[in-house]
């Protein structure tokens, strides 16, 4: 069984910026992509950043530049710095994460891949 917990959203003004982390609980695959997802009311739920065992990256063209997704393996944690937050960035995020992956598999931010999920933290960006 897994667990994903996620940590850090809140409330800031436009420009400001926000840390979330997630930690992963319970028996996983090593090799694994681990990924940023989230939503807001009446709205599918959109890939962020993903990022595979070998720190390969994926982004959404919306945050380009001024998010950074990183892991730490050993502690099985994976963190979205978000700067230069906009409006258009509130919704609430989920991390999420695979099961098993290949060798050179970047896995992306497909919803469909990603096999785990954590309950969400909310983000709210002020004018």
């Known amino acids: 069984q897994v667990q994903l917990v996620e940590s850090g959203g809140g409330s800031v003004q436009a420009g400001g910026s926000l840390r979330l982390s997630c930690i992963a609980y319970g028996n996983f695959y090593t090799r694994r992509c681990m990924g940023w997802f989230r939503q807001v009311p009446g709205k599918e739920r959109e890939g962020v950043a993903s990022i595979n065992y070998d720190g390969d990256i994926v982004y959404t063209d919306s945050v380009k530049g001024r998010f950074a997704i990183s892991k730490d393996s050993d502690k099985h944690t994976v963190t979205l710095q978000m700067n230069s937050l906009k409006p258009e960035d509130t919704a609430m995020y989920y991390c999420?994460?695979?099961?098993?992956?290949?060798?050179?598999?970047?896995?992306?931010?497909?919803?469909?891949?990603?096999?785990?999920w954590g309950q969400g933290t909310r983000v709210t960006v002020s004018s």
């Open positions: 999420a994460m695979t099961g098993y992956i290949g060798s050179g598999d970047m896995c992306g931010i497909d919803l469909g891949r990603f096999a785990y």
